[in-house]
């Protein structure tokens, strides 16, 4: 059974940082995309990250130079360091999983609030 867990969420000052990580198991297939999306009351879901097997990253105009993606192959985790956050990253946030057969696979989420 595929299970995604995200773990790193939490409160933070403005300004503050945290570091989000989403570790898949369970997973018999090569993973080729992994990323991190959000979803704020009442807006849709949005991307904020992603990055491909080889490394290639692409960011959200709103997080870029702020946040940094990462992820560990031999692991199957990938991980969102979100530096100089803002009232507005406060949001659930979405771990995603791409398989090289393209299923897609997502976190349960974790909540990030930054507060002014």
């Known amino acids: 059974q595929v299970q995604l867990v995200e773990s790193g969420g939490g409160l933070v000052q403005s300004g503050g940082s945290l570091r989000l990580s989403c570790a898949a198991s369970?997973?018999?297939?090569?993973?080729?995309?992994m990323g991190w999306y959000r979803q704020a009351p009442g807006k849709q879901r949005e991307l904020v990250a992603t990055?491909?097997?080889?490394?290639?990253?692409n960011y959200a105009d709103s997080v870029k130079g702020r946040f940094t993606i990462s992820r560990d192959n031999a692991k199957n985790t990938v991980y969102l360091q979100m530096n100089n956050l803002k009232p507005e990253d406060t949001a659930v946030y979405y771990c995603?999983?791409?398989?090289?057969?393209?299923?897609?696979?997502w976190g349960q989420g974790t909540q990030v609030t930054v507060s002014s």
């Open positions: 995603n999983v791409i398989l090289l057969i393209g299923t897609t696979y």
């Open positions: 369970g997973i018999t297939f090569s993973i080729s995309t």
């Open positions: 990055i491909t097997r080889s490394g290639r990253s």
